[in-house]
């Protein structure tokens, strides 16, 4: 069976990423900017679909895994 450090939601202009794992929440502290609105980090992450390929590129760059990509 798969292990998941992320979900990935698809909210219409927005989709949520969610941290499953201690890792993915590292993760986020690491690479994601807190600047605008995201008062759930590192738990879940709000990104505008323009942004969404380099944040997951960067996370399968790092090893991680995304479900629902």
């Known amino acids: 069976m798969q292990q998941y450090d992320f979900s990935l939601n698809d909210q219409g202009t ?8 201690d890792d993915a929440k590292a993760w986020v502290e690491e690479n994601v900017s807190t ?15 323009r942004y969404v390929d380099a944040i997951l590129d960067g996370i399968d760059g790092d090893g991680l895994k995304v479900k629902g990509s």
């Open 35 to 49: 600047e605008g609105y995201q008062p759930d980090v590192p738990n879940r992450v709000y990104i505008e679909c």
């Open 14 to 21: 927005i989709l949520v990423l969610t941290a499953l794992s």
